[in-house]
């Protein structure tokens, strides 16, 4: 009974496994019967202990002796298999618990998307209602998640495939599944590489990453950059991180000296842990006058299935076989893999699941391992002190060099980091800077002075890259009343970091934070400077919230709308800004369903 109920308390944790193996239960019953027999045997015994054979008695019939000892026999040779079948029993059962043990293992730490499943399913029935991806979403993204957004989120999800559910049953595993093939996929062994993305460090150098549950050998890249080149190899290290429970390996692998517009065939892994399936990623254009133009996704705000990020994903990808990218942009907010936003007094840094970021990490390889993957930094981000960000990105330098975490370096809505999360980098024809907004960017602080210096940089390098565009997490300008207050003329971030866009000629800003698109004019301090669907050497940036690539929020705009507020719109897509030559920039906002385009503009600008 005692073995029954251990391995009755795996298998309540892995759904996914069979029913405890009978020959368990057959082994420790067949135990039990060797030894009742052994002890009907000695009960023969006489009263005083002594068994017939040894008995001093003068009066000993033959049968009685010769029943005896045979009798003694049986007993010794039942003994013998008495114990042979309790060595056994111990081994194949300790086999079986350890099998079991080792299933929960897995199940604990590899089997990422059962475990996401389970994080919402909290009754345990085996389906996620409405009541229960409520309470999952509000964890998430605090008590601002409404009924309207769980409701949204669910029907989506349930559009996918027919047996999801209706308004009246939950999602379950199985069907989310499948509904999901890419995100539930697990890998073949704890040495199959998956979770496989690209980055830009430098002009010349990609980072390849990846991940496995167990380490291997190496970490090696086998490439070629064309059809006739030789076969290279580009060896790397590895590293790892344990907050929030996670257990794994980081694989890291830089190929130097590569050429712009290249084609790299490529596959990951190990010689004897296993490889990557084929593929191919493209590095980055020259922005030469002779090159075409440059295609980039845009967006924050993201996350996996809850919300909808994944939806938002595959509609790049398909859009990408039409008009393939050459990077992908996201300004913070990845994961979403906050499971408690807050403590309990509403205040705090909550917990985070990192099995999400595995599930996030998977859903965006099909884009990333293709086009780098530029990721920033934002309030999402800040869990186990941004450990998960960056432990699984690599950026261009300053982004993960020591910071200091005292003197100016301090936190403006987070905790403190031990490394920068900011950077700069050239794509084709853009420099684009990615600030930090979650950590002091005050003037005199040490990223204002390297923001100040990156832009005056860039901006007396135009002729070599014409546009400059600046990328952070929290909008400067949104006309949604919920945290109005932080996003106006006069508000933190907008007295700080305007003036320098303006003293630089910075083209662009894009944001997110806020879960809605909104375009805003050309502006300064708050005054519309160019209203325009095509503006003109404008005096000031145009500025865009795209903070709508997953996430799902009841709106409540500002009636009317300020003069600045452009366009604005509550649904979920992404934004493609694509760079024609040194004068014409067009931006539009693709939604994931109805109109090919909400909202469009274009940037010329003719004084670089």
Known sequence: RLLTAALQKCKAHTPDRPPAKEWVCLITTLFGCCWLFVGGCRSLQEPSGRDLYQTSSPIRPKTVILGSFFLRLLFAAMKQVAFCVAAVAVVVVAGGLASDASSFAQHQHGDAFARWFGLMDTDGSGQVTRAELGRFFALVHGPS???????????????TDPGLGSSNLG???????????????????????EQIHTSIVDNTTVAVMWVTRANTTTSTVEFSTGPNSTKAVASGGTHTYTAGGWRGVIHEVHIPNLAPSVTVSYRVGDARGGWSE????????SGGDAEPPLVVATYGDMGTAIPAGFLVCEQMHRDSQLTPFDAYLHYGDIAYGSVQYADASGSGL??????????????????ASTRPYIAG?????KFYNFSSYLARFRMPKPW??????????????????PSNMYFSVNVGRV??????????????????????????AANANRAAVPWVVLTGHRPMYCSDHSELSSHVAGAMLQKAI??????????????????????????????????????????APVQVVQGTAGVFEDLDFVDPAPAWSAFRHGSIGYGRMTVYNRTHLFYEYRPLHGAETLDTFWLEVTTH
């Open 431 to 456: 420099h684009f800077v990615q600030m930090d907004t979650e950590h002091d960017y005050q003037p005199g602080s040490i990223q204002y002075q390297w923001l100040e210096a990156d832009l005056r």
């Open 498 to 539: 305007e003036p320098l866009m303006l003293n630089h000629s910075v083209d662009l800003w894009l944001s997110g934070h806020m879960h809605m698109y909104e375009r805003i004019h050309a502006v300064r301090n708050g005054t519309v400077v160019q209203a325009s669907s095509h503006y003109k050497n404008p005096s």
């Open 171 to 193: 999602v379950t595993l199985k069907h989310l599944a499948a509904a999901l093939p890419r995100l539930a996929k697990e890998p073949a062994t704890d040495t199959t590489p």
């Open 278 to 285: 084929s593929m191919q990623f493209v590095t980055p254009p």
């Open 145 to 159: 998640a409404s009924v309207a957004s769980i409701d949204k989120v669910f029907e989506l999800a349930a559009a």
């Open 377 to 381: 930094v934002g309030n999402h981000e």
């Open 400 to 417: 993960g060099t020591p910071a200091p975490m005292t003197g100016t370096l301090k936190p403006l809505h987070d905790e403190p980091t």
């Open 350 to 367: 909550g917990k985070e699941a990192e099995v999400i970021w595995d599930i996030f990490m998977r859903q965006i390889q099909p884009l």
